[in-house]
């Protein structure tokens, strides 16, 4: 049974930083392209940042290039994002996503709130 399981929301403050986990498990991680989405209510799914472990990105949205930071531990099966000098707008929720031999698979998201 395939599972993605984020953690590491919260709220924080403009300026300051969170790291999101996605613990995977149920496929071969080694072998997906794993990425990060995020969404806000009235709005479709923007992708983040996406990247494999051998030939694809790592990737960003134009918005975050710069401050956040995809990466994996290939030994946990787990895709992290790292978020810096986080900005009101980056508030949402966010989705870890996995894609492997045309499957794809999403976990159930972790709000971010970036509020004074």
């Known amino acids: 049974q395939v599972q993605l399981v984020e953690s590491g929301g919260g709220l924080v403050q403009p300026g300051e930083s969170l790291r999101l986990s996605c613990a995977a498990s149920g496929f071969n991680f080694g072998g997906a392209v794993m990425a990060w989405y995020r969404q806000v209510p009235g709005k479709e799914r923007e992708l983040v940042a996406s990247?494999?472990?051998?030939?694809?990105?790592?990737n960003y949205s134009d918005s975050v290039k710069g401050r956040f930071t995809i990466s994996a531990d290939y030994a946990k099966s787990t895709v992290f994002l790292q978020m810096d000098n986080l900005r009101p707008e980056d508030t949402g929720t966010y989705f870890c996503n996995a894609k492997r031999n045309g499957m794809i698979y999403w976990g159930e998201g972790t709000q971010v709130t970036v509020s004074s």
């Open positions: 990247r494999s472990k051998y030939s694809y990105g790592p």
